[in-house]
């Protein structure tokens, strides 16, 4: 008995030459602007335009899942945006609230100045009996005036510590210089360093001329 081998049979391209041109007609005619619009105004439009219509019917599922997540997607963006447009709202609220309480102190403490000079300057020389009579009396009041000036300092030197040392040093800039030496030697040397690093230089030599405490 002979077994003779059998050659498998070549796969016929050649049936799939017609089909394949008749596609390729079938979507050039649909592409092609004349021929799309013979065959959309044609005997056959109402067919092309049902099954548009169909097909886009069947597409509309989709088409609105993605129109949704790009809502949702939109959405958490407009809230991310919300919140950190809060934040900085909040914290130039915070700092406009610290510079213009800082301005009404300087505000003040110009204004005592400028009283205290104009009220040395208008007052009569005491004679010596008088200045001799108010000497018991001025060293006790300059003991309280002493201890007030030195708790108003202390709240001062808190405040300036707890604020932005750019902030600070804007406000500083228009105090005298031993006022804020004063207050500088009731402050901590890491809050004053970086104050003293946001002052100008020459403003900055005025203070450690001052306080020479403050060049350690």
């Known amino acids: 008995m002979i077994v003779t081998r059998r050659r498998r049979k070549p796969f016929p391209w050649r049936r799939l030459i017609l089909p394949v041109i008749a596609i390729a007609l079938v979507v050039f005619a649909f592409t092609w602007p004349p021929s799309r619009g013979v065959i959309t105004g044609g005997p056959v439009g109402p067919m092309a335009q049902k099954a548009g219509s169909t097909f886009d019917t069947i597409a509309a599922p989709f088409h609105f899942a993605v129109q949704n997540q790009i809502i949702q997607d939109r959405n958490h963006q407009i809230v991310v945006l919300q919140q950190q447009l809060a934040a900085a709202q909040a914290d130039s609220a915070a700092k406009a609230k610290q510079i213009t309480a800082l301005n009404a102190q300087v505000s003040q ?6 009283n205290a000079q104009s009220a040395s300057s208008a007052a009569p020389l005491a004679s010596p009996a008088a200045a001799a009579a108010g000497a018991s009396g001025t060293s006790a009041a300059g003991a309280g005036t002493t201890s007030q000036q030195s708790s108003e300092d202390s709240r001062t030197a808190q405040y300036w510590a707890n604020m932005e040392p750019d902030n600070a040093a804007k406000v500083i800039q228009k105090l005298p210089v ?3 030496a004063r207050v500088f030697s009731q402050m901590s040397p890491d809050a004053v360093g970086a104050i003293l690093d946001a002052l100008p230089a020459t ?11 403050l060049k350690r």
């Open 203 to 213: 403003y900055a030599a005025q203070l450690t001329q001052e306080n020479p405490q």
């Open 178 to 180: 031993p006022y804020v």
């Open 109 to 114: 403490l110009q204004t005592q100045a400028a």
